[in-house]
């Protein structure tokens, strides 16, 4: 069985651009979240969809926002990239919501780094 | 507000040592689940296992361990006769169902496990 598969692994962006990645789900996974990893924040919740609707959405500005396909795949989009959004984006997947009894499958990330 | 705190930044030991990492969290609320990732240089979080609130068995798996207890809002993590290849970060987390995954998980800010041949 696969598991998560996030691409690209390694993207270098100038600040302003934008950026999408993308995240394929284990099969039969129906839930998609999203995470922010940084040396000085740690681990943070960006957002979850399940079912092509976000369901939850951290505390992160409106230029970070994704969407979910039919097949559940997932990207993550992010507008006017500042030097902070440099960080591993680390995509999770579950067969249920968070909010259920489920456990959540990473991808090994992208590295994004912003010049 | 839910909280995960791993205060051992960085553990190293020698080989075949047993090494312990705690987790303490906060939350409100009575029924929560508790995770605990592994990190390896590669960056993918490999899952490990869960525990739900009502579930204060300790649960064993080969050379790892795990002791749930409520009173004292642990979760802590034993690896018995250490490898090498158990160097990584680990994490710990916490989920509370209550909110509607609100918060997603909320990871503790991991423990560097370095494990000396």
């Known amino acids: 069985k696969a598991g998560v598969t996030q691409t690209p692994r390694y993207l270098i962006k100038t600040r302003g651009q934008q950026v999408t990645l993308s995240c394929s789900p284990i099969?039969?996974?129906?839930?998609v979240s999203w995470y922010q990893q940084t040396p000085g924040q740690g681990l943070q919740f960006l957002f979850e969809?399940?079912?092509?609707?976000?369901?939850n959405k951290g505390n992160f500005p409106g230029r970070f926002s994704g969407r979910q396909f039919s097949n559940s795949r997932s990207e993550m989009n992010v507008s006017t990239l500042e030097l902070g959004d440099s960080a591993l984006y680390l995509c999770?997947?579950?067969?249920?919501?968070?909010?259920?009894?489920?456990?959540?499958?990473f991808g090994q990330g992208t590295r994004l780094t912003v010049v | 507000a839910q909280k995960v705190t791993q205060a051992q930044t960085e553990i190293s030991v020698v080989e075949k040592e047993d090494v312990t990492l705690d987790c303490v969290y906060e939350?409100?609320?009575?029924?929560?689940?508790l995770f605990w990732y592994k990190q390896p240089p590669s960056g993918e979080l490999v899952f490990l296992i869960r525990?739900?609130?009502?579930?204060?068995q300790n649960e064993i798996s080969g050379r790892y361990s795990w002791n749930f207890q409520k009173s004292t809002s642990s979760f802590n993590f034993t690896i018995t006769a250490s490898q090498v290849v158990d160097s990584a970060v680990y994490f710990c987390?916490?989920?509370?169902?209550?909110?509607?995954?609100?918060?997603?998980?909320?990871f503790g800010k991991g423990t560097h496990l370095i494990i000396q041949p």
């Open positions: 939350t409100r609320d009575t029924t929560y689940y």
């Open positions: 525990r739900n609130s009502f579930d204060e």
């Open positions: 987390a916490l989920s509370d169902p209550s909110r509607g995954g609100a918060d997603g998980l909320t």
């Open positions: 099969s039969g996974h129906r839930s």
């Open positions: 999770a997947s579950s067969l249920e919501t968070l909010s259920a009894n489920t456990e959540a499958f």
């Open positions: 969809y399940f079912s092509e609707t976000q369901r």
